[in-house]
């Protein structure tokens, strides 16, 4: 439709000198056209190039120009009138009522869109198509007509009561998590999580967090943000390597994700997890379990949190990032009794999400509506896997694939000598969206290149095609190798 | 301190039951005493060793024994009855007012609701049951309906840009300001904000921030939650006194609310402004302009903020807390182009606000609903504060109330020699909450005592009603004054 539009709308460019202020903006493009209407006319507004009293045409006359409806029209010139820039004189139509002396404004900019992959495959997003709108609507809707009004006011700090108590719960029922309430503090997610947890240990005198080689990018970041050194320990396929903890005395603290390590997929093995408890028992210290998508799991039993397994000696971190949205910004951290008020004291001063989304999210879990959300993803997740892991074994018979038990992304290990940078560039000109292994490794390790490949927005019927591009990028990159 | 107080109390362990319980929990040490003694408090009442009606110690006996100061007590006996886990009972003092029988199973404890003061006067909370519900489900409906499955994965660093963008548009229009859509960053309040701005200030190698005093105790906890030493400059009718700076050559950055500086009320003086725009060239510093509520005026013309005077050398920070509620977690900085890098990189790894939340305030200044409610908010607001102020000027003949020009609250300055402190912890037990203006200082002003009173929730037919209870409270406070 926009292309049209912006076709249409050119054709007529030189009739009226407000199609020149519309086109220009029209170029931006992306938006309902009635968004794009308003921006054009602020901009046009703004800039100048409608000076105050200038009339404006009839909606009805412009609707018919645009070839939209005359709706479309109404509606922006009423929230322009709403805003002061444009004024409605009973009799007289609509004008110009604002201007600015000071603008040249390059607002605009702002708005140009990221443009989005052909097939996005980058790994830690849920099926961003499959969020329950609906659900999330209502519940906001319930909550919003039965909210006291004090709940209006400053946050409580920690979340809100009847959100740690719903977490508290879930976390009890689904992760074995040991958790009441009271050991429950809302945050954003697991990247804020670990930052309080690593401000209250900077501030406990620590120094250094061992950190999973490979892991996210921005959990390293994060730790070092806090004024702590992140210490890379090797992981493989039983998960991190407990025992080279001994390497390093001054360490007294650990992130780790016993249930799904990303990106290996690996588990923790059971020896390495009673190792882990005796060492941080030992050292006096703490583990900070990252626990992001471990209801994820497709071939094997439900691991249990470690948290559960010494609640006074570890911190359970979660989010809904990858169990509903990353846009929705809602996490939680069950906090071990002996570090609770240093991390309330590192959270104090800003608020956490909003006190209405906190009830919402209460709500959706109260009512079994996430875990419904979950089981259906799961479902969802298993069979994206499936045709993926068939497709690529097909396509890529050199490749291997693994970590493919839970989560929503697999370890593509490319043959040696490929430049996984190259192929991952190369993909993303072709509109296909990966991550090179490399990008999570801190240690320089002598592992094999590798592509971490999501799923979760893989839809069902485009897996051959996925693993065909990939081949083909990836033959590529090593024909070129042989030649170089 | 710590360890007076903990040997004082421990010699005391034998005499009272309660004080075994204080110490047990003292030994868990660190923080102020006021928060160790609260913890006490809580878990003595949350184990059930106070069950319900048992009676506290009077706080001057209770402070005489911790030999600390009465507003130790008073605070933390304060906070705990705003909780609803003591009760003030004029007549008989403080008890114990919560149980669960179900302990130590204390789930429950987190669900207790906070009790809502009968005649709630805390400044800087907007008219809560002014909350548009019906507009903010209808925007989040209409955001929900639209939106890009690809605005549901990782949020956009900085905030959505259709966000910024109106953010731009309306702090252009109704502030003055000099802002672009990529010179805002969304965040969650100005406390968040500020804490952005000052971890980079403090990783550019800056070791002070001059802040007003009085001023919100939340500013100056979050400049030295970054590392930066908060230094104290007086404010007074005119405003910040600029002319102080010349005596801190350290400092290169000021935290200054130029419109209507809280508690206060005053505005910044023409040459003052002038003079701190001065100051900033000079050192070739920042000023950190907090602009929290300049919609709300009431007697004097819109005063446009210092950012758009100098927008290379002026942060500009706002957030909807008081233009809509605390609850919605959601504000906004504009950054000169010469730092944004270095807030962006502060900002980096924690998400902001929900990304339909972003959407949903961006439909609000787009089609004018803000604008509509901060006009009928302000007309409002204008009303209760010529209600309260004809009440107080009866009831209170001898106290002088200022800073009544904008905002939604105003300065009650009590006569010499009263106990603010204790005004404001018996108001509370009578259910009027007011705040000590002693608590928004930094240095040991030797300014009279005060009550910062919020308007921005009391029912215009209740003004008479709160400021006799006031009147009453300090008549009482008084008379025990000058009998001690």
């Known amino acids: 439709m926009g292309s049209v539009r912006r076709s ?90 604002w201007s600015d002396r000071t603008a040249p404004q390059p607002a605009a900019a702002a708005q140009a869109s990221v443009p989005v992959p052909r097939l996005d495959l980058a790994p830690g997003l849920p099926d961003l198509r499959a969020f329950p709108c609906k659900e999330w609507v209502a519940a906001i809707r319930a909550e919003a007509q039965s909210i006291a009004p004090s709940d209006l006011g400053y946050q409580a700090p920690g979340g809100h009561p009847r959100l740690r108590l719903a977490l508290a719960d879930y976390l009890r029922r689904v992760r074995c998590a040991h958790a009441a309430a009271e050991d429950v503090i809302v945050c954003t997610g697991i990247t804020d999580g670990l930052m ?42 039983e998960g991190l390597r407990i025992a080279d903890l001994a390497a390093h005395p001054e360490v007294r603290a650990v992130v780790v994700a016993p249930a799904h390590q990303y990106p290996t997929g690996a588990l923790l093995a059971p020896a390495r997890r009673a190792a882990l408890l005796d060492w941080v028992r030992r050292v006096n210290g703490v583990v900070i379990e990252d626990d992001c998508d471990a ?36 996490g939680w951290m069950v906090v071990p009794e002996g570090w609770i008020d ?16 906190q009830l919402a999210i209460a709500r959706l879990i109260e009512t079994g509506s996430l875990d419904r959300h979950l089981r259906r993803a799961r479902q969802r997740y298993r069979a994206r896997r499936d045709a993926l892991v068939a497709a690529l074994e097909r396509e890529l018979p050199r490749c291997c694939v693994s970590g493919i038990e839970a989560g929503t992304h697999l370890l593509l290990t490319l043959p040696e000598g490929t430049d996984e940078s190259a192929v991952v560039f190369e993909a993303m000109a072709r ?36 693993a065909r591009e990939l081949a083909a990028v990836i033959a590529r990159a090593n024909s070129r190798a042989v030649l170089n």
């Open 295 to 330: 209801e994820f799991r497709y071939d094997r039993p439900p691991v249990s949190a470690l948290q559960g397994m010494d609640p006074g000696r570890v911190v359970l971190l979660g989010s809904l990032s990858k169990r509903l949205s990353p846009a929705v910004g809602v």
């Open 431 to 466: 509109g296909v969206r990966v991550w090179a292994l490399g990008r999570h490794r801190l240690l320089g390790a002598p592992a094999a290149p590798g592509l971490v490949i999501g799923y979760g927005n893989l839809p069902l019927g485009r897996a051959d095609e996925a």
């Open 196 to 237: 309080r947890v690593c401000r209250a240990l900077a501030s406990a005198g620590l120094g250094a967090v061992a950190v999973e080689d490979p892991t996210w990018p921005r959990l390293r970041r994060a730790v070092a943000t806090c004024g702590l050194a992140p210490v890379p320990l090797v992981v493989d396929e």
């Open 8 to 97: 249409n709308s050119a054709s007529r460019s030189q009739t009226t000198s407000n199609w020149e202020v519309l086109l220009e903006l029209d170029v931006h493009g992306g938006g309902p056209l009635h968004s794009r209407l308003r921006n054009a006319l602020l901009a046009a507004i703004q800039n100048g190039r409608l000076p105050p009293g200038t009339a404006l045409p009839p909606s009805r006359k412009l609707a018919d120009d645009l070839t939209c409806s005359r709706w479309v029209v109404t509606e922006v010139y009423g929230q322009l009138i709403a805003q002061g820039y444009l004024e409605g004189r009973p009799g007289s139509g609509t004008r110009v009522a």
């Open 342 to 357: 240093a991390v309330h004291e590192q959270s104090a001063p800003t608020p956490g999400p909003s006190t209405l989304d």
